[in-house]
């Protein structure tokens, strides 16, 4: 979700999530595994110009003709990750994805699942050809439309990513959004992100985001689940979350607000939410004291 650029009276920083590139032209990163495949690139320019012009036209998302390499991307990820998520995921995680009935054997096609999520939630998809600036992306939120991307990562590295594709979104962000309550929280984050007239106050609803949304555990009958997307959308970051080699103390507000994280390595310290009601009613108190009007 946070794929954001800080407004203007932040410092810069070389987090593509915080500063992303220029819009209006593809750059993929040179540590990218695609980067030296042309048949790759040459796509990834396609699905940019298509998917941009879709979005800036607001025209929903496209439908896409994938090619035999993305369907067996989609084939070799999408299942290990349900397995892990039967495992480990949230049971609001879970539930959703199910009934949004995301097939392991064919890419989904945004249009559709978009209609799927209107239908329940009000909720919309929009196609994003990557990173979008971060006033932007939560303009998008606050209007009850989820930015997602429809390229996928490349075949060389299937478990890796080093920028939000459509496993990230597809598996991580999109099912909850089927969630009447996980629809009304990303909302108020969303208004509470536009109307935020401080820097601290967008940065700490930013790293409340990524504790949370991105980045977060739930617990669940005593046992901490899988509740963010990022961990979700990652075979080696969901064991690893709830494994020993990972710091898990208490979502505290007041701690996680003040709480800086590394994008670009699997997190070392994570918080776990209580539950989702305690998560909504302390984003609602975190926004009440900033003075945000989020109605
Ligand atoms: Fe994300």
Redesign the pocket.
């Known amino acids: 979700?946070?794929q954001a650029t800080a407004p203007a009276d932040q410092p810069a920083s070389n987090d593509i999530y915080a500063n992303p590139p220029d819009p209006d032209v593809l750059e993929l990163e040179p540590i990218h595994p695609g980067i030296g495949d042309a048949a790759y690139v040459a796509r990834r320019h396609e699905l940019f110009a298509l998917c941009r012009q879709y979005r800036l036209g607001s025209l929903g998302p496209p439908i896409v003709d994938y090619n035999a390499e993305e369907e067996r991307i989609w084939r070799e990820v999408s299942p290990k990750l349900d397995e892990l998520h039967v495992r480990h995921a949230s049971r609001i995680y879970l539930d959703a994805k199910r009934e949004l009935g995301i097939s392991e054997v064919a890419i989904p096609q945004l249009r559709h699942l978009s209609g799927h999520l209107t239908g329940r939630t009000g909720m919309h998809l929009v196609p994003a050809e990557g990173p979008i600036a971060y006033r932007i992306f939560y303009a998008y939120i606050a209007d009850g439309g989820f930015p997602c991307t429809q390229f996928i990562r490349h075949g060389s590295k299937p478990e890796y990513t080093p920028e939000?594709d459509m496993i990230?979104d597809c598996l991580?962000?999109v099912p909850p959004l089927l969630n009447d309550d996980y629809a009304a929280l990303l909302r108020m984050i969303g208004r509470a992100a536009v109307r935020a007239r401080s820097g601290d106050h967008v940065l700490a609803l930013k790293r409340l985001s990524w504790f949370s949304i991105?980045f977060g555990l739930i617990e669940e009958a005593d046992e901490a689940r899988v509740f963010g997307?990022?961990i979700l959308s990652s075979m080696s970051e969901i064991p690893y979350s709830l494994s020993p080699g990972v710091e898990r103390r208490p979502f505290v507000t007041d701690e996680v607000i003040e709480t800086d994280y590394d994008w670009t390595k699997m997190q070392e310290l994570l918080f776990v939410i209580p539950s989702f009601g305690f998560l909504r009613q302390e984003v609602e108190r975190l926004v009440q004291r900033m003075g945000i009007d989020v109605s």
């Open positions: 979700m946070d939000p990230h991580g962000h991105e997307a990022g």
